[in-house]
């Protein structure tokens, strides 16, 4: 399986959370909506977001993609459903 993460702005706070991605077919979500992933921040004022559950997942072998290629491959999946 194809697991995946990186960090990406939540829309409108601009602050970096982690987000996962099952299979490349399906779209980057936050980490918060994975209950069977995620594991509780840690304590830590301004800590980033999904740390600890990067921290887990990478040790389980997923890969982590960075930022600018994930949007990449956003932008490329939403241009195919408007072109359709």
Not at 30 to 35: I, S, V
Not at 36 to 57: E, N, R
Not at 59 to 76: D, I, N, P, Y
Request: charged share 20%; with cysteine; net charge positive.
């Amino acid at each position: 399986m194809s697991r995946r993460m990186c960090w990406l702005s939540q829309a409108q706070e601009g602050e970096k959370i982690l987000h996962l991605q099952l299979s490349p077919d399906e779209p980057w979500k936050p980490y918060t909506a994975f209950r069977q992933f995620a594991v509780p921040d840690y304590p830590i004022p301004g800590g980033s977001k999904g740390w600890a559950t990067y921290q887990k997942l990478l040790k389980a072998g997923w890969t982590l993609v960075h930022s600018s290629r994930a949007q990449e491959f956003t932008l490329k999946d939403t241009s195919v459903v408007k072109n359709s």
